[in-house]
């Protein structure tokens, strides 16, 4: 016998826990991503430079090892050997790369598939808000990325501190703030970037080029803006350029005097944050038209 | 032949007008509309800079570095700008004057002359040297590159995505015809884009030059400068075009092949001779007019690593360009005949 009318009432039985929930995607998503063969290569590449980074800490805290520095030294090679910000700031730069190839990859097949195969409303049919779905796919990123950017660079710092005097430590703890503080920073704008893009063209192919052109055109327009103007305040439309400085700030490292500074760079990226976040808000409407 | 250009036909519309186009049109017209906006600001501080007092070049010349803040406005005179900061403990000054072509800021510390800078109003070899940088670091390396996987990649892969590659298949056509005929509609899309796109920078450059370095560029070497940069656009679109129309169709997510290109033709001038001309990149910088300056940006130790090989000649950049290509679309047609679909692995 058909039904033509049914009522509906609302479901009075158990719920899984806020937490259980926002973390129901990165378990299902993580694995799959594991398995992925680039995303493995990556992975396994992004772990040189922080093994080269490992090497250089314990030859600069055995500099009694090498034969120039035994006995007075030289100052240029000791000067070279230092761990400071400048270092940290560079280790910073090469993982980041490495992450914005990871999202390029990772990154647009989180939320285009949703919304090619209109599977939004499936989602919001649950009880799962749109910022619990955002955080949610943000939580798959920021753990992949963690892997190139945070565990890297805290084993680093631990390696360092551990090694040097206390010290140095006392004297430098502000380093491993700043770096923690600067890489959540950078984590969340390279997921916010990817979310968008996937978010933007719904498929998968074309977002992944769409993170690629963010971070490589935007940088390039910079540069000729740069060039053309005979200025320097172009460098502000390059996020990696924005990123860095403030890493710089915050790891107090000197840049130049004539660029744009951090406080400035800050803002540019707090803008440029809001606007990719109004654009994924914008785009993922828990809506669907019948017709 | 026919039904290439039918199908052509067919997918130029599309490869013009879609709603992906304009990203397309914004990555070709961007450095036009940066010289434009150049232009236009020549032009205003032309009109800005005609009533200001001018202080002879020679007598500027003359301030040795370290000079003092008075004697400088004694022999100088009052300056155009007069600004004063401090920064980390150190009072900071510059004076900006002009000598009737030059600006020129010197820079104090201290109440001690540092450094002096001059800039020219507008130099229009400094400008062609800025768009041969731009036109090689920006337009061929990051602008046709993106543009021509947005273009090319739709044209199989897209239609995979989109459910619709199976009426093409249908027709009553080779599938290398249909292939053929695809890449010829993103050619001509791409080319008239870049292409036209390199030539209005190329105007844009040229409209805002006083008109004694205009005459005399027009009646050197102007014509055959701004062929070759429509030609380098136009063959940076075969070769790439037909990369991104194979990656697309051998592959499912063409994304990894771009990056390796992408990342292939970024570290080009860190590399040996020999590899440096297994890019698309080495060809199409063989074929630029003028050789761009080094980016001032790259650090010292960069520099001396860098080296980039001797260009390749005009014919031999141009034919190996067209023989590639020609391999490419080979071995795409080859994979295009077995190609099966399966919609539901996308």
């Known amino acids: 016998m058909a039904v033509f009318k049914r009522g509906y009432q609302r479901y009075a039985g158990p719920r899984t826990s806020n937490l259980t929930r926002f973390l129901a995607v990165p378990r299902f998503v993580w694995p799959k991503l594991l398995a992925e063969r680039f995303v493995i290569i990556l992975l396994v590449n992004s772990l040189f430079w922080p093994m080269l980074c490992a090497g250089f800490i314990y030859v600069s805290n055995h500099a009694e090892l090498l034969p120039s520095l035994g006995s007075g030294g030289d100052d240029g090679i000791r000067k070279m050997l230092t761990i400071d910000g400048k270092f940290f700031a560079i280790f910073m730069n090469v993982q980041s790369t490495f992450a914005i190839i990871l999202a390029a990859i990772a990154g647009p097949g989180l939320i285009a598939p949703d919304l090619a195969n209109n599977a939004l409303p499936l989602y919001f049919a649950r009880p799962l808000s749109r910022w619990t779905y955002i955080g949610a796919r943000m939580m798959v990123l920021f753990g992949l990325l963690s892997l190139v950017t945070l565990l890297p660079g805290l084993i680093v710092f631990g390696m360092q501190a551990s090694l040097a005097s206390s010290a140095w430590l006392a004297a430098n703890w502000t380093l491993g703030q700043g770096m923690v503080l600067g890489f959540l920073l950078y984590i969340f704008m390279v997921s916010l970037i990817a979310l968008t893009c996937s978010a933007y063209v719904k498929w998968r192919v074309v977002a992944g080029a769409l993170v690629l052109g963010f971070f490589f055109v935007l940088a390039g327009a910079s540069k000729i803006i740069n060039q053309v103007f005979r200025v320097e305040w172009g460098s502000l439309l390059n996020p990696g350029y924005a990123i860095y400085t403030v890493w710089c700030a915050l790891l107090g490292v000197e840049t130049a005097e004539d660029a744009p500074g951090a406080w400035e760079c800050f803002t540019v990226l707090l803008v440029m944050l809001g606007a990719l976040l109004a654009v994924l808000l914008r785009k993922l409407r828990p809506v669907e038209v019948v017709s | ?346």
């Not at chain 2, 870049?194 to 006083?210: D, T, V």
């Not at chain 2, 860190?270 to 630029?288: A, E, I, R, T």
Request: hydrophobic fraction near 50%; include cysteine; aromatic fraction near 12%.
């Open chain 2, 1 to 346: 032949m026919n039904q290439i250009w039918i199908i052509a036909k067919l997918e130029i519309r599309r490869a013009f007008f879609s709603r992906r186009a304009l990203w397309v049109y914004l990555l070709a017209l961007f450095p036009a509309v940066l010289f434009f906006g150049h232009g236009v600001n020549v032009q205003y501080q032309r009109s800005e800079y005609a009533g200001k007092p001018v202080t002879p070049a020679a007598i500027l010349d003359r301030i040795p570095t370290g000079a003092a803040e008075s004697d400088v406005l004694a022999a100088a005179g009052q300056p155009i700008t007069d600004r004063q900061w401090k920064r980390r403990d150190t009072q900071r000054r510059s004076l900006q004057y002009y000598d009737g072509s030059n600006r020129v800021w010197l820079e104090f510390e201290n109440g001690a002359l540092k450094s002096t800078r001059r800039r020219t109003l507008n130099s229009f070899e400094e400008d062609s040297k800025v768009y041969a940088g731009v036109f090689q670091f920006f337009y061929l390396r990051l602008a046709i590159f993106f543009g021509c996987l947005g273009i090319f990649i739709n044209l199989f892969r897209g239609e995979m995505i989109d459910k619709s590659l199976h009426y093409w298949f249908l027709a009553p056509v080779r599938r290398e015809i249909l292939l053929l005929g695809k890449y010829c509609a993103g050619l001509i899309a791409s080319a008239a884009i870049f292409g036209g796109g390199a030539l209005l920078s190329f105007g844009a450059l040229l409209a805002y030059q006083s008109s004694a370095d205009l005459q005399s560029y027009l009646q050197s070497d102007a014509l055959s400068h701004g062929t070759w940069y429509f030609l380098s656009a136009v063959l940076g679109c075969v070769g790439y075009g037909s990369v991104f129309l194979a990656a697309g169709l051998l592959l499912r997510n063409p994304i990894i092949p771009a990056l390796v290109m992408l990342l292939w033709e970024s570290i080009n001038g860190f590399l040996p001779d020999l590899l440096q001309k297994l890019s698309v990149l080495h060809y199409l910088q063989s074929l630029c007019p003028v050789a761009p300056p080094l980016d001032p940006s790259v650090p010292p130790l960069a520099r001396m690593i860098l080296a980039p090989a001797a260009p390749t000649s005009a014919w031999a950049a141009i034919t190996g360009l067209l023989a590639v290509t020609a391999l490419v679309l080979y071995v795409a047609s080859r994979t295009a005949r077995r190609l099966e679909i399966n919609y539901g692995t996308e």
